[in-house]
């Protein structure tokens, strides 16, 4: 793991408010030193999977960070709820507003899962930096 940051860790609130605040919190505690590159996509990745938490999921959602030094970012989601799992969709309408955050998952990281937890699951991905 990273000698410059240490991981961490938020609960965020089911709400509108939760992706907003999982923004904020990765800009204050991401690790400057390792993942500079991967700050944009990052951002947009932790907003989608946190807003599905929230639609889908159910308390309490939590959003991980941790550097593993040179070889990236992994980021973590996880909600309390063990149904509706997240998978690529279907094809998307052109004019729908939703239904494209995991395939952006799925494109735009190295590497990505879910996983069962004590609690309900977790998505989790990586960015290498």
Known sequence: MCVVTPAA???LPMSSL???RAREFFRSTHCPAHQARAVDEAQL????????AV????????????????????VRVSDGSPLSPPTPGEEVDLDSESGRGIALVDVLTDDWGVEPTAEGKAVWFRLTA
């Open 9 to 11: 860790q938020i609960t």
């Open 18 to 20: 939760a992706p907003r």
């Open 45 to 52: 990745l932790i907003t989608e999977l946190v807003t599905n």
């Open 55 to 74: 639609l889908h999921g159910g308390p309490p959602v939590t959003l991980g960070l941790a550097c593993d030094g040179g070889r990236g970012l992994q």
